[in-house]
């Protein structure tokens, strides 16, 4: 079970009501991510990049197909198991980074160990080290939101991430509110945190430039996954 693929989509389909018809999101996507692998998808706005991600983060159920994490198909699971599975396997980065506008950095992670019913001694040791692996400097960690720069930000977001120990990493179009070095200094460090932490990471993007650091280059096109041309 523990060195089972952390995450595999087989023929995935999922759709979304529109108007009197469906709308097809995903159209028979299957994918397979080893751990320590980078995957990045990048396609259009629109082509079903995000669908994907909240299918695998078992956050949507798909209409047919099936999503395993660590072995484990979610598919019989009820709400409760798959909340914790998530909790346990899945780290989530979204495009904003939805952090809590009065916490410092330390206590955006923090603030997980408390859902998670942890130490919080040993949370605070956990949280300083993440924090500083993913290069924010003592001072940075003490400070609030709007006191950290946009990049500053999806570090401490890939940090509180990554802070339950995931296999799975599921990272949605992270440098899009950063300027180009921003977002390449954050593309690198998903690089170097898929290595470190051995997750199973899969990065959406519509910025094909940004692709240069994943072991391998997908492209949705209107819900369908295909390998990229090189
Ligand atoms: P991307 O992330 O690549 O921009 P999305 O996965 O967000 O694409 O969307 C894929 C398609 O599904 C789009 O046509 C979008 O309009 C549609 N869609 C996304 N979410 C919903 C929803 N909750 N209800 C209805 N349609 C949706
Ligand atoms: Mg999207």
Redesign the pocket.
């Known amino acids: 079970m523990t060195d089972a693929t952390p995450l595999v989509l087989e023929s995935v389909k999922?759709t979304?009501?529109?108007g009197g018809h469906r709308?097809?999101?995903?159209d028979e996507v299957s994918l397979t991510v080893a751990a320590g692998e980078l995957v990045a998808v990048a396609?259009?706005?629109?082509?079903?990049?995000?669908?994907?991600?909240?299918v695998a983060a078992t956050l949507l159920r798909p209409d047919s197909g099936r999503v395993v994490v660590g072995g484990r198909d979610t598919g019989p699971l009820g709400e409760r198991e798959r909340t914790r599975l998530r909790r346990e396997r899945i780290g989530i980065v979204f495009q904003q980074a939805n952090l809590l506008a009065s916490l410092t950095a330390v206590e955006q992670l923090l603030a997980v160990e408390h859902l998670r019913g942890g130490s919080v001694r040993e949370g605070r040791r956990r949280a300083e080290e993440l924090l500083e692996s993913v290069g924010l400097g003592a001072a940075q960690r003490r400070r609030r939101p709007h006191e950290l720069s946009g990049g500053e930000r999806q570090r401490v977001n890939i940090a509180r991430a990554l802070y339950g120990g995931p296999s799975v990493l599921l990272v949605?179009?992270p440098t899009s509110a950063l300027d180009r070095e921003r977002g390449e200094r954050v593309m690198e460090l998903l690089g170097s945190v898929t290595r470190r932490h051995g997750t199973a990471t899969v990065l959406?993007t519509?910025d094909r430039e940004l692709l240069g650091r994943a072991d391998r280059v997908l492209t949705?096109t209107d819900?369908r996954l295909a390998r990229s041309a090189a």
Do not use: I, N, R, W
Not at 43 to 54: D, E, F, I, R, W
């Open positions: 999922l979304y009501p529109d709308l097809t999101a995903l396609g259009p706005s629109g082509s079903g990049k995000s669908s994907l991600l909240a949605d179009e959406v519509h949705m819900g």
